[in-house]
C-alpha cells in the first residue's frame, strides 16, 4: 500500500515515517481490533492472569516504590504541560505559531481516542479485586462492564502507554529544533532514546505494579504507535494558517526533500 505524499489542498507534502506506507498503520489497527475482540470473546485471561499473579508475588517494597517513580515517566497531564511550555517556548523564540501545533493537536487526538475507547471496553484492573469495588478475581478480567461505575472499569487500553508514545514524540519533535535555536544539536540516538524509553520503562512499570493487565498496555502501545505514526506525518510547517497570522507562521521542523530555503537549520533571528 503506498503512501500519498501530498494532501489534496494546498500541495503540502506528508512527512515520512520508517515504515513507509499506511501497511504498518492498518497492521496496528488490525492487531488492535484482534486483540479487542480476543479478549471479548473471553481469550488471553489465562496470560492476564498469570502475569499479575506472578507480578503480585515478586513485588518486595523497594521494587515497589521504584516501579511507582518510573510510572510517573506516563502521567498524562504533566506530559502535556511540559510539551505545551515547550511549545510555546520555541514558539517566542521562533517568532512563529507553528511550534504550538503539535501539543494542541496531540491533546485533541488523545483527548477523542483513548479516554473513549477506555469508556467503551469498561474493563476493571487487576487492583480491582483488593480495593473498591472488590470484585471476585475472575470478574475483574471480562471487558464491557458497563454496570460498573465507569472509574472503576477504565483500565483497556492503557492511557499511561499510549500516552508516554505520543507526548514523548512530541516532546523529542519540539526539543530538536529548541536545542537548534541555541547552537545545539541533539544526536539521534538520544532523539530515539526520548521517543522509545520512557514508553518502554511505562509499559513494563504499569503491569509490574497491577495497574492494568498485560493486554491492556499491549493495546496501548499498539493505539499509542497508530497516534504517533499520525502526529509524525503531519507537515507542521505546511498546513494552512489564517491570513492574520503571515509573518508568525515561520517553520521548525527540517523535512527529508525539502528545499534548501526551507530546511536549513533555524534559529530565533527575524
Not at 505546511?238 to 497570522?245: G, I, S, T
Request: net charge positive; hydrophobic share 45%; aromatic share 8%.
Amino acid at each position: 500500500m503506498r503512501e500519498r505524499t501530498t494532501t489534496e489542498r494546498g500541495g503540502a507534502r506528508l512527512r515520512p515515517v520508517r515504515p513507509a506506507g499506511w501497511w504498518f498503520d492498518l497492521l496496528l489497527l488490525t492487531a488492535l481490533v484482534a486483540l479487542t475482540w480476543a479478549l471479548a470473546t473471553g481469550h488471553l485471561f489465562g496470560v492476564d492472569r498469570a502475569v499479575a499473579d506472578w507480578a503480585d508475588a515478586h513485588r518486595p517494597t523497594a521494587a515497589y516504590w521504584v516501579a511507582r517513580v518510573l510510572n510517573l515517566l506516563g502521567q498524562g497531564t504533566p506530559l502535556t504541560l511540559l510539551a505545551a511550555a515547550l511549545g510555546v517556548l520555541l514558539a517566542v523564540r521562533l517568532r512563529s505559531v507553528r511550534p504550538v501545533l503539535p501539543p494542541v493537536v496531540a491533546f485533541a487526538l488523545t483527548y477523542l481516542t483513548i479516554g473513549p475507547l477506555k469508556v467503551w471496553t469498561a474493563r476493571p484492573a487487576p487492583s480491582a479485586s483488593v480495593k473498591e469495588p472488590f470484585l471476585s478475581p475472575e470478574q475483574t478480567l471480562p471487558l464491557f462492564q458497563h454496570d460498573l461505575p465507569v472509574r472503576y472499569a477504565q483500565s483497556y487500553p492503557s492511557g499511561h502507554v499510549a500516552n508516554a508514545i505520543v507526548w514523548y514524540g512530541v516532546l523529542a519533535l519540539l526539543l530538536v529544533p529548541l536545542l537548534r535555536t541555541v547552537g545545539r544539536r541533539m544526536p539521534t540516538r538520544m532523539v530515539t532514546a526520548v521517543r522509545v524509553v520512557p514508553p518502554l520503562v511505562v509499559l513494563c512499570t504499569t503491569t509490574y505494579l497491577g495497574w492494568h493487565w498485560l493486554t491492556d498496555s499491549v493495546a496501548g502501545l499498539l493505539l499509542g504507535l497508530l497516534l504517533d505514526r499520525l502526529l509524525r506525518r503531519v507537515p507542521w510547517d505546511d498546513l494552512p494558517l489564517p491570513a492574520r497570522l503571515r509573518g508568525r507562521d515561520r517553520p521548525f521542523t527540517a523535512d527529508p526533500g525539502r528545499s534548501p530555503d526551507r530546511g536549513r537549520p533555524f534559529t530565533s533571528d527575524p
